[in-house]
């Protein structure tokens, strides 16, 4: 087993999971989200994840910047107004249209 230089064994999140051959569920939605943006209701029917789980895993990247909302649009299987479509993609994410608040200048 390798280590790392501090003595920890470094592990990959694939052995973590009970399975050898599969991903664990962080990194399934992850990579679903990556594709193109989807609703949370699309990558729940694709990877059989509950909902739960993923809204649990959302909030958690969203407070790391690592998921963004790309647009709201009707959910293309429930047929739901205002649904949030989300991505993993950091050249998917919108463009910030208000650069800055206050203009810094170096007056006295």
Known sequence: MNKIQDGTPLISLVEQ???SYKLPQ???VYKAFFGRPKTMFEVSKETDI???NICRYIAKWKRE???AVVFFGICPIS???KVQF???DPNLYPKRRQLNLFEH???I
Do not use: E, G
């Open 17 to 19: 999971c009970k399975d």
């Open 26 to 28: 962080t990194q399934l």
């Open 86 to 88: 989300l991505t993993t």
């Open 50 to 52: 509950s909902r739960a």
């Open 105 to 107: 200048t170096n007056t």
């Open 79 to 81: 047929k739901h107004n």
């Open 65 to 67: 910047n690592k998921i």
